[in-house]
């Protein structure tokens, strides 16, 4: 009976890591279609969604793997910047 429950709630807990993963991955497109020719800088994203370095990689490689989102390489100032754009 108690594997049962555990069962259970393992796979309850993986529908809502895929569906916070699904919301977040909706709120940064969202975001990127609103300032579409611009495009968002990685640490701005970080910032607004409160993403860990983590997360943050796993959800913008999963967008890319999509073929939603591009991601380059910007020069600004001394830093070389990640600058995400909606495709």
């Avoid at 069962?7 to 916070?20: Q, V």
């Avoid at 959800?59 to 001394?78: C, F, H, T, V």
């Amino acid at each position: 009976m108690m594997e049962r429950i555990t069962d259970y709630y393992r796979e309850m807990l993986r529908g809502l890591t895929f569906s916070w993963a699904d919301k977040k991955e909706q709120q940064i497109v969202e975001a990127l279609r609103k300032v579409c020719p611009k495009g968002i800088k990685h640490a701005d994203i970080m910032r607004s969604f409160h993403l860990d370095s983590k997360s943050m990689t796993g959800l913008m490689n999963n967008l890319q793997d999509k073929e939603i989102i591009l991601m380059k390489e910007e020069k600004l100032s001394q830093k070389t910047t990640k600058v995400y754009y909606f495709k």
